[in-house]
């Protein structure tokens, strides 16, 4: 079973970069047919899927965050990170990792294993 568990700063300024590491236990980050994303529940709304990086190292984005999202991994430490630049207050959000499957991806409410998630706030 795997487990997942975000980390992260809480707090973040209006055009800096957030930074968010999943660190993942008892599953490889590189196990053929999993695919490690990122998911966020804004204050109010729905959940978001922002993106993946796969059990290869192939990125894959939401259309409406490509232009300012990066995921990449560290296979030693079985982790990955989701970069997302130039915050706004819109950003402000519950930022969840999860460990998908191909039929998940797209969706942020399905996945075979999610981490309990950390709140980000964007603010001045």
């Known amino acids: 079973q795997a487990q997942l568990q975000e980390s992260g700063p809480g707090l973040v300024k209006p055009s800096q970069t957030l930074f968010l590491t999943c660190t993942v236990s008892g599953e490889s980050i590189t196990t053929k047919g999993y695919y490690w994303s990122w998911i966020r529940q804004p204050p109010g709304k729905i959940l978001e899927w922002i993106g993946y990086i796969g059990y290869s190292g192939s990125t894959y984005y939401s259309p409406s965050l490509q232009s300012r999202t990066s995921i990449s991994r560290d296979t030693s430490k079985n982790r990955f990170t989701l970069q997302l630049n130039s915050v706004t207050p819109e950003d402000t959000a519950i930022y969840y990792c999860?460990?998908?499957?191909?039929?998940?991806?797209?969706?942020?409410?399905?996945?075979?294993?999610r981490g309990q998630g950390t709140q980000v706030a964007v603010s001045s």
């Open positions: 999860a460990m998908q499957n191909l039929v998940h991806l797209g969706h942020p409410d399905k996945y075979v294993f």
